[in-house]
Nanobody, 123 residues
Framework: QVQLVESGGGLVQPGGSLRLSCAAS????????MGWYRQAPGKQRELVAA???????NYAQSVKGRFTISRDNAKNTVYLQMNSLKPEDTAVYYC?????????????????WGQGTQVTVSS
């Protein structure tokens, strides 16, 4: 069974930084794209940043220049470095991965979500 486990959330003052991590584990054959989403109270979940297995990235306009996504393919881990944080960045941040696994000789491909980590930006 594949699991995504996030860490690194917390409370930070405006202008501060946080680094989120998300590690995938289980019967993983390969991981294609990985990404970070966020959901603020009363709002829909939105894409923050994504990265392909080859390292190509894309970002939401609201975080460009402040957030950086990266990944370590050997560790099946994706990171989100968040700088110059603003109160409007407050949300639960979720990791997502496009995973291929082999189970009983069958290759399956599916999306997997982490449990979420709270990021609060407040003075």
């Amino acid at each position: 069974q594949v699991q995504l486990v996030e860490s690194g959330g917390g409370l930070v003052q405006p202008g501060g930084s946080l680094r989120l991590s998300c590690a995938a584990s289980g019967s993983i054959f390969s991981i294609n794209a990985m990404g970070w989403y966020r959901q603020a109270p009363g709002k829909q979940r939105e894409l923050v940043a994504a990265i392909t297995s080859g390292g190509s990235t894309n970002y939401a306009q609201s975080v460009k220049g402040r957030f950086t996504i990266s990944r370590d393919n050997a560790k099946n881990t994706v990171y989100l470095q968040m700088n110059s944080l603003k109160p409007e960045d407050t949300a639960v941040y979720y990791c997502n991965a496009d995973i291929e696994e082999i189970r009983a000789g069958v290759l399956r491909r599916f999306g997997s979500w982490g449990q979420g980590t709270q990021v609060t930006v407040s003075s």
